[in-house]
């Protein structure tokens, strides 16, 4: 596999719940369960606003926010 593959694969989309100081609290769905993660907004490539889409690592952070279209 890929490098590129691999990296892709760990990534996760979810909504943000809520924004804490420098804290983003992500919502995602695994199966039929919701989780949550707390990432850093300090080591993240965008400033999110709640309830917006984003790509992120699992409890660090977050990669891309999705804009509306």
Do not use: R, W
């Not at 892709?8 to 100081?21: A, K, R, S, W």
């Not at 400033?47 to 926010?65: L, N, R, W």
């Amino acid at each position: 596999m890929h490098l590129k593959q691999i990296i892709m694969c760990t990534l996760l989309l979810g909504m943000v719940d809520q924004i804490n100081d420098d804290v983003a609290v992500v919502e995602y769905k695994v199966g039929d369960f919701i989780k949550h993660s707390e990432v850093s907004l300090d080591l993240s490539a965008c400033k999110p606003s709640e309830g917006q889409e984003v790509y992120f690592y699992k409890d660090y952070k977050i990669v891309t926010c999705v804009d509306d279209l």
